[in-house]
């Protein structure tokens, strides 16, 4: 975690210098979840010397989502304690905001094996999903490598918070949007290419999907995936889920 620490007018005394320290400290270990570089926490404290006042003024920056709180009082530690504890509250609000959309992508998937549990397979359907799945299994492993490296730079970037998506979840979406637009028709020239650019429409749109629900936004662009119709998923299956998982080795090498 980056700190940043300013005293502004007056030299603090060295026991004021230790609670700021060992309150970052507590901070830090609250915010674990997300990447140490990527956290920044800011702490001003200004002393009114007319009031006989101290001002202080936190701010913790996280990936797409910045904290701030700012006491006021007589007692310099009092004020500095009651300032950190303002910020941990808001971390504890936005990580349980975190792992609710965790769990709504959990129940979505779940949904999604109750859908093709309940679907009956026609011999067509069959067919159709075989003739998908031997045309993309070539190019699923390569697939699952280009997706861990998109949300890795995109992690990186500050575009997602760390942990907010899994190589899984976008592939899941490459599989149905893929799948979908083979059932319209042409025959697809090059398999590869084409599933590596679904792969980058899919990962922008679970970023902005990401994004509006961070911000408490109801509306929802038509085109950002939810949980796609039952007609769909049912021709697919577990084969989605289970079909393309990277071996042993492969897995071992992600971060």
């Known amino acids: 975690m980056k700190r940043n620490i300013e005293f502004k007018g007056f030299e603090p005394q060295q026991s004021v ?12 270990k609250n915010a674990s979840m997300f990447s140490p570089e990527l956290v920044h926490v800011r702490v001003m404290v200004e002393q009114n010397s007319v ?10 920056h996280l990936p797409r989502k910045t904290l701030a709180a700012k006491e006021e009082q007589h007692d310099m530690q009092a004020a500095i304690k ?22 709504k992508r959990h129940k979505r998937r779940e949904q999604v094996r109750e859908l093709n549990a309940e679907a009956a397979s026609s011999a067509a359907a069959e067919s159709k999903r075989d003739a998908f799945f031997s045309m993309v299994n070539p190019h699923l492993k390569r697939l699952h490598h280009f997706v861990r490296h998109l949300i890795a730079y995109a992690e990186a970037m500050g575009d997602l918070v760390e942990g907010d998506l899994t ?18 028709g042409p025959r ?3 398999i590869k290419n084409w599933l590596l650019q679904h792969a980058l429409e899919q990962l922008q749109a679970e970023a902005r999907r990401l994004e ?17 119709p039952v007609r769909e998923v049912s021709t697919l299956g577990d084969e989605i889920l289970d079909f393309y998982q990277p071996d042993e080795h492969e897995r071992g090498t992600q971060h």
């Open 51 to 60: 009031k006989s006042l101290y001002t202080i003024s936190t701010t913790l």
């Open 17 to 28: 210098r230790k609670l700021i320290d060992r309150l970052i400290s507590k901070l830090q």
């Open 212 to 228: 509006i629900e961070r911000a408490g936004t109801v509306h929802m662009e038509e085109d950002v995936p939810e949980i796609p």
């Open 82 to 103: 009651a300032a950190f504890a303002e910020i941990d509250r808001q971390l504890e609000k936005y990580k349980a905001s975190l792992r609710g959309e965790h769990s």
């Open 167 to 184: 190589p899984q979840d976008v592939v899941d979406g490459v599989l149905v949007r893929a799948y979908r637009e083979s059932l319209k």
């Open 188 to 190: 697809i020239p090059d």
